[in-house]
């Protein structure tokens, strides 16, 4: 989205590439304060009433807003917000469909893109351009499209990439019962991308790995107490990102166009944590404040922006894995984004592992819920019509448009069956 915006290969072609990330480390802090402001005025409750039905359907494709909604980031995102009081809950099925789709490319093929170029050229490639070319908005169709193509023509797959894949998948998904109950939760994934990691070190492995990793000299970056912590990362100029013109250079010289974008794309940002929070909720009893929510991704995003990072939100399948594996605390996710911050001078350990291998423990989070949607069958009456068709609209065209329908159909079927409403999840 951040590279859609400021017009990621142009600006580089035409500034050079130190300009484009003083851009977006710039870009990243107006996203905060457009995050801090709307909190204040109150959208971050607007946000949390949302009906529940619709948040179901959307699990498993709402992860796809961050992947595929380039191109339409619409006032919709506000304006759903506020229609939605009762269901955000269906769309989470899409939400994980949305996962799997962006797995299965580089777990079952050597390389991601082969699995996109042979379906383009298939009779589904056809489908997907008539699709795309009827309704502009339905990214998610390309996806859904891979999915159906992957499991009809398992002749395609890359026999040692689809064995690393499914090996993992199974392992990972299996083992907790076999394995010595004193390891710890995430063991297994360990295990996993370990052994992965040296069969391609000893066999050079010649499919898709995770490449090169960019180089952190483990003494720099910031140091206190004389030197004995070290933080290897380095901070940015405040006032020279404030004075970098991208309002004169990506926004035709408009302030005001660059804050409003930046306000869409921070309400489009919190809609995917909106889902993760509302769905960790709904199957963990995790109570969550909205308010709370917003303000952290406003000053996660003002963070970013003072170490040169491109804008930052929540992640359906981060989140997932880590429920996996037991790291669901504040506490771990202290320690995790501590570890990698300490542990980037090393990374380049990870360079050989497969990405079969990182796709099967994604996919190992999801397959369960997207083969068996309990929370979707669950739902009875119009509630099952409203949950089925926004997981089915956020699965084929965006999140966007799938929660604006699934509001639309539920606002529909409550109207026509004259329903009472229901009280607020």
Same mark, same amino acid.
């Given at each position: 989205?951040?590279?859609?915006?400021?017009?990621?290969?142009?600006?580089?072609?035409?500034?050079?590439?130190?300009?484009?990330?003083? @851009?977006?480390?710039?870009?990243?802090?107006?996203?905060?304060?457009?995050?801090?402001?709307?909190?204040?005025?109150?959208?971050?409750?607007?946000?949390?009433?949302?009906?529940? @039905?619709?948040?179901?359907?959307?699990?498993?494709?709402?992860?796809?807003?961050?992947?595929?909604?380039?191109? /339409?980031?619409?006032?919709?995102?506000?304006?759903?917000?506020?229609?939605?009081?009762?269901?955000?809950?269906?769309?989470?099925?899409?939400?994980?469909?949305?996962?799997?789709?962006?797995?299965?490319?580089?777990?079952?093929?050597?390389?991601?893109?082969?699995?996109?170029?042979?379906?383009?050229?298939?009779?589904?490639?056809?489908?997907?351009?008539?699709?795309?070319?009827?309704?502009?908005?339905?990214?998610?169709? *390309?996806?859904?499209?891979?999915?159906?193509? @992957?499991?009809?023509?398992?002749?395609?797959?890359?026999?040692?990439?689809?064995?690393?894949?499914?090996?993992?998948?199974?392992? %990972?998904?299996?083992?907790?019962?076999?394995?010595?109950?004193?390891?710890?939760?995430?063991?297994?994934?360990?295990?996993?991308?370990?052994?992965?990691?040296?069969?391609?070190?000893?066999?050079?492995?010649?499919?898709? %790995?995770?490449?090169?990793?960019?180089? %952190?000299?483990?003494?720099?970056?910031?140091? =206190?107490?004389?030197?004995?912590?070290?933080?290897?990362?380095?901070?940015?100029?405040?006032?020279?990102?404030?004075?970098?013109?991208?309002?004169?250079?990506?926004?035709?010289? *408009?302030?005001?166009?660059?804050?409003?974008?930046?306000?869409?794309?921070?309400?489009?940002?919190?809609?995917?944590?909106?889902?993760?929070?509302?769905? =960790?909720?709904?199957?963990?009893?995790?109570?969550?404040?909205?308010?709370?929510?917003?303000?952290?991704?406003?000053?996660?995003?003002?963070?970013?922006?003072?170490?040169?990072?491109?804008?930052?939100?929540?992640?359906?399948?981060?989140?997932?894995? /880590?429920?996996?594996?037991?790291?669901?605390?504040?506490?771990?996710?202290?320690?995790? @984004?501590?570890?990698?911050?300490?542990?980037?001078?090393?990374?380049?350990?990870?360079?050989?592992?497969?990405?079969?291998?990182?796709?099967? $423990?994604?996919?190992?989070?999801?397959?369960?819920?997207?083969?068996?949607?309990?929370?979707?069958?669950?739902?009875?009456?119009?509630?099952?019509?409203?949950?089925?068709?926004?997981?089915?609209?956020?699965?084929?065209?965006?999140?966007?448009?799938?929660?604006? %329908?699934?509001? $639309?159909?539920?606002?529909?079927?409550?109207?026509?069956?004259?329903?009472?409403?229901?009280?607020?999840?």
């Amino acid at each position: 989205m951040a590279k859609t915006d400021l017009g990621g290969e142009a600006y580089v072609a035409k500034y050079g590439e130190d300009e484009y990330v003083q @851009a977006v480390s710039a870009y990243s802090m107006y996203i905060g304060m457009a995050s801090l402001v709307m909190a204040i005025v109150g959208f971050g409750k607007m946000a949390q009433k949302v009906p529940k @039905a619709v948040t179901t359907g959307f699990k498993v494709s709402a992860w796809s807003i961050c992947l595929v909604m380039f191109h /339409s980031r619409l006032s919709q995102a506000f304006l759903l917000s506020f229609i939605c009081k009762h269901q955000i809950n269906n769309k989470q099925w899409g939400c994980e469909l949305g996962v799997l789709a962006s797995a299965l490319p580089n777990g079952l093929y050597a390389f991601g893109s082969t699995l996109k170029t042979t379906v383009a050229t298939s009779a589904l490639g056809n489908v997907v351009k008539y699709v795309k070319g009827t309704v502009p908005g339905a990214t998610g169709i *390309s996806g859904v499209a891979n999915i159906l193509y @992957a499991v009809t023509h398992p002749q395609s797959w890359d026999v040692v990439a689809a064995a690393i894949f499914l090996l993992c998948t199974v392992f %990972v998904m299996k083992s907790k019962q076999f394995l010595p109950k004193w390891m710890p939760p995430g063991s297994e994934v360990v295990i996993a991308t370990t052994a992965a990691t040296l069969f391609s070190v000893y066999y050079e492995y010649d499919g898709g %790995v995770v490449g090169e990793i960019p180089s %952190v000299g483990s003494e720099s970056g910031l140091s =206190f107490f004389n030197g004995m912590v070290k933080v290897p990362i380095e901070l940015m100029d405040v006032k020279e990102l404030l004075n970098v013109p991208i309002a004169e250079r990506c926004f035709g010289g *408009s302030t005001l166009k660059l804050f409003i974008t930046a306000a869409i794309f921070a309400g489009v940002n919190f809609l995917s944590i909106v889902s993760i929070a509302s769905g =960790f909720e709904m199957d963990n009893d995790v109570p969550w404040s909205a308010p709370r929510e917003l303000i952290s991704q406003g000053v996660s995003n003002l963070a970013a922006g003072g170490v040169g990072s491109a804008p930052v939100s929540g992640s359906m399948s981060r989140s997932l894995v /880590s429920r996996m594996t037991g790291a669901s605390s504040q506490l771990a996710c202290i320690v995790t @984004a501590l570890l990698w911050i300490y542990m980037m001078p090393y990374m380049s350990i990870l360079s050989p592992t497969p990405k079969a291998a990182l796709s099967a $423990v994604i996919v190992s989070a999801v397959l369960t819920n997207v083969v068996m949607p309990k929370k979707i069958l669950a739902l009875k009456g119009t509630d099952f019509i409203v949950g089925v068709g926004t997981a089915a609209t956020t699965a084929v065209t965006s999140p966007t448009i799938g929660f604006g %329908v699934g509001c $639309v159909i539920y606002i529909v079927t409550k109207v026509v069956s004259g329903s009472p409403k229901e009280k607020v999840a």
